[in-house]
Nanobody, 124 residues
Framework: QVQLVESGGGLVQAGGSLRLSCAAS????????MGWFRQAPGKEREFVGG????????RYADSVKGRFTISRDNAKNTMFLQMNILKPEDTAVYYC?????????????????WGQGTQVTVSS
C-alpha cells in the first residue's frame, strides 16, 4: 500500500502560481511512476502530467505544457506540481496517483493508489 496526501491547493488569480505537493508513505516511493490528474465539476478526470519513477522523464497534457512542471524527490517521498500562468480553466480538484511501472501513463485506470485531492480555484 502507498498512502498519498496532496497539499498546496487554494484560490489564486489568473496569471498566478501555485505549487502542489504529494507526500507518499508506505511502500517504496521510488518504485512507482507518479501522475497528476484533475477533475472539474461535471467533467471526467483528466491527465495533467507525470514523472517516471527514476526521475528521468516527464509527460504533460497539451493544455498545461509550458506552464506546469512536475518534479519528485525520492529521498523525501514527495512529488511536486509547479503551476504557473494559471487560467480559470485550470480550476479543478487535483489528485496525485502512483502506478507500479517505470514510465508514466496517462490512463487513470492504470494507477494503483490515489490521494484524496486538493482544490485549485483560479479566478478571472
Amino acid at each position: 500500500q502507498v498512502q498519498l496526501v496532496e497539499s498546496g491547493g487554494g484560490l489564486v488569480q489568473a496569471g498566478g502560481s501555485l505549487r502542489l505537493s504529494c507526500a507518499a508513505s508506505g511502500r517504496t516511493f521510488s518504485s512507482y511512476a507518479m501522475g497528476w490528474f484533475r477533475q472539474a465539476p461535471g467533467k471526467e478526470r483528466e491527465f495533467v502530467g507525470g514523472i517516471s519513477r527514476n526521475n528521468e522523464n516527464t509527460r504533460y497534457a497539451d493544455s498545461v505544457k509550458g506552464r506546469f512542471t512536475i518534479s519528485r524527490d525520492n529521498a523525501k517521498n514527495t512529488m511536486f506540481l509547479q503551476m504557473n500562468i494559471l487560467k480559470p480553466e485550470d480550476t479543478a480538484v487535483y489528485y496525485c496517483a502512483a502506478v507500479g511501472t517505470i514510465a508514466v501513463t496517462s490512463v487513470y485506470t492504470s494507477y494503483d493508489f490515489w490521494g484524496q485531492g486538493t482544490q485549485v480555484t483560479v479566478s478571472s
